[in-house]
């Protein structure tokens, strides 16, 4: 069976996202960095089971999420600090906390296996919040493949800028096309595990704009770039997101 | 970024839209209206309420902005999520070109408003920042429209 086959829906969707979107579930079935094939998809897995929880929709609804104990509705396959960390990134992300984060480290969470999980939970989020907005119904997550994880960390990682360590511009830049020295935080932000950043990239290519095009104002797909950046603006206004 | 592209466009929108959704209605960009409504009904999550701003766009704009707008809600519900779960700061730039705006849309009072103090020397040269990408922008704008 042929994944993100897009033919049933009542609008034409171009073949450039459904490919995309199948290179991103072929990404997350496949060994990573900190992560084997198994817990990628299981990662993937638990931004849905994030949607059902009871814990989670307590925890929106309280003044402070952090003020609210329990166990979370979880697919049982990952170690808690990294469901907790799925499940509120999925969640209620605008009121996560540098004192959270660093209480998941003092769990055993290490910083690079945060950082690959939030990259392939907010690519989960990211395609299923396609199919929501289109009406079509998600997409069975893939069979994970079997390898063990690389390890390997870049030796350009700069710490203190934010709560997870993150490359210096110069090299990430280049690596990405971007004019030198020139990487914003929201691209070096996943840096940790730079697969996370290449798939962040593939990824907007498609749904957004590639990064030439977000140096650019001129129209390149069906709505312009005004019409663009006020459904963007709106998405994170509502999220409350500042940035 | 929304104001660059109107700088750009010269369309005379307006910035209303992110803060206030439909309410604001077009706000000077072609089918904002609907657009928002698409956006805060995907953001809801109450599929009737999806269902109804979907066919509504569709029957104004037609499929391909639907499809288009559909993409740009999902890669949006990841980079906010990219942005608030690594704490990474605003970039200086970016915090220059937008301190007005955001004080204007009372964005200062999200939550995730916490990482991104500007400096003092920045805060003093941000409207001249300001006028002159602007005003780079306008140009720039009217030479790729002619």
């Not at chain 1, 198994?38 to 993937?44: D, F, P, T």
């Not at chain 1, 469901?83 to 290490?110: M, N, P, Y």
């Not at chain 2, 639907?66 to 809600?73: F, S």
Request: with cysteine; proline share 5%.
């Amino acid at each position: 069976m042929t994944s993100f086959d897009y033919a049933a829906s009542p609008d034409p969707i171009r073949n450039d996202l459904a490919d995309a979107h199948r290179r991103q579930w072929q990404r997350i079935a496949n060994t990573g960095t900190w992560l084997t094939g198994a817990q990628r998809v299981a990662v993937a897995e638990e931004t849905r089971w994030a949607r059902d929880c009871a814990l989670c929709r307590e925890r929106k609804r309280a003044l402070s999420p952090f003020a609210v104990d329990g166990e979370h509705d979880h697919a049982g396959v990952l170690p808690a600090p990294m469901v907790d960390e799925i499940h509120r990134v999925t969640t209620d992300a605008a009121r996560l906390s540098q004192k959270w984060f660093e209480s998941l480290l003092e769990q055993g969470l290490s910083a690079d296996a945060y950082v690959e999980a939030l990259g392939v939970a907010v690519c989960t989020i990211s395609i299923d919040g396609f199919h929501h907005a289109m009406g079509l119904p998600v997409e069975p997550l893939p069979e994970p493949n079997d390898g063990e994880p690389t390890r390997e960390r870049p030796d350009d990682l700069v710490e203190g800028e934010a709560w997870v360590p993150m490359r210096a511009p110069k090299g990430l830049s280049a690596e990405l096309g971007l004019p030198a020295g020139q990487a914003p935080y929201v691209i070096r932000a996943l840096s940790l595990v730079p697969a996370e950043v290449h798939a962040w990239d593939d990824l907007s290519a498609a749904q957004y704009l590639n990064k030439q095009q977000m140096m650019r104002f001129e129209k390149v797909r069906a709505i312009d770039r005004s019409q663009i950046e006020l459904v963007a603006g709106r998405v994170s206004a509502l999220n409350e997101c500042f940035y | 970024m929304l104001r660059a592209s109107i700088e750009y466009s010269g369309s005379g929108g307006q910035l209303g839209g992110i803060t206030e959704g439909s309410k604001a209605g077009d706000a000077g960009i072609e089918h904002g209206e609907r657009l928002t409504a698409f956006a805060d009904a995907a953001v809801s999550g109450d599929p009737a309420a999806l269902a109804t701003a979907r066919d509504a766009l569709r029957e104004a704009a037609g499929s391909a902005v639907v499809v288009d707008a559909a993409g740009v809600i999902g890669n949006f519900q990841r980079m906010v999520r990219i942005a608030d779960g690594s704490g990474i700061p605003l970039d200086t730039m970016v915090d220059t070109m937008s301190s007005d705006i955001r004080e204007d849309l009372g964005l200062e009072g999200f939550e995730s408003r916490r990482l991104a103090e500007q400096g003092a020397l920045a805060k003093l040269f941000a409207p001249v920042a300001r006028g002159a990408a602007m005003l780079g922008l306008r140009i720039a704008g009217r030479r790729g429209r002619r």
